[in-house]
């Protein structure tokens, strides 16, 4: 991992160094590890790497680009697609608008149903009443 990729990407989400170490799920206790990371003094495994880009919202790829340019591109790109992505939470929370909004449908279909078959039967000529 490149570290001053980490301090940027950290610098961005207007994180300490404490805050990603936190929301990462390192200890406190080693949260000082974090400036070693951004140093290059230490380098993180890689599931520590995919943690700290999930919590600064930037690829994973990101955070081993060597090239200034490229490692920007990365990001743009990353933004743009962001837009369309959900996470879980947000996924049920739609599926379960989804189940509501098909069960209003079907009362409301059902509610208009009842209200046509009474207009049409006090349309009725009473010899053709039920």
């Given at each position: 991992m490149i570290g001053k990729r980490l301090k940027t990407a950290r610098k961005a989400?207007?994180?300490?160094?404490?805050e990603l170490a936190t929301r990462a799920g390192?200890?406190?206790?080693t949260a000082s590890r974090?400036?070693?990371?951004?140093t290059d003094?230490?380098?993180?495994?890689?599931?520590q790497a995919?943690?700290?880009?999930?919590?600064?919202g930037v690829p994973e790829c990101y955070l081993y680009c060597r090239d200034d340019v490229l490692a920007?591109?990365?990001?743009?790109?990353?933004?743009?697609?962001?837009r369309f992505r959900f996470?879980?939470?947000?996924?049920?929370?739609?599926?379960?608008?989804?189940?509501?909004?098909?069960?209003?449908?079907?009362?409301?279909?059902?509610?208009?149903?009842?209200r046509m078959d009474i207009l049409i039967s006090e349309d009725l000529p009473s010899s053709m009443k039920p």
């Open positions: 989400a207007k994180m300490t160094q404490t390192i200890d406190e206790l974090i400036s070693h990371y951004e003094t230490h380098s993180p495994n890689f599931q995919c943690r700290f880009a999930e919590v600064l920007e591109q990365l990001l743009a790109i990353h933004k743009r697609h962001k996470n879980p939470g947000e996924i049920s929370e739609l599926e379960r608008a989804e189940v509501q909004l098909q069960a209003a449908a079907q009362t409301i279909h059902s509610l208009l149903n009842r």
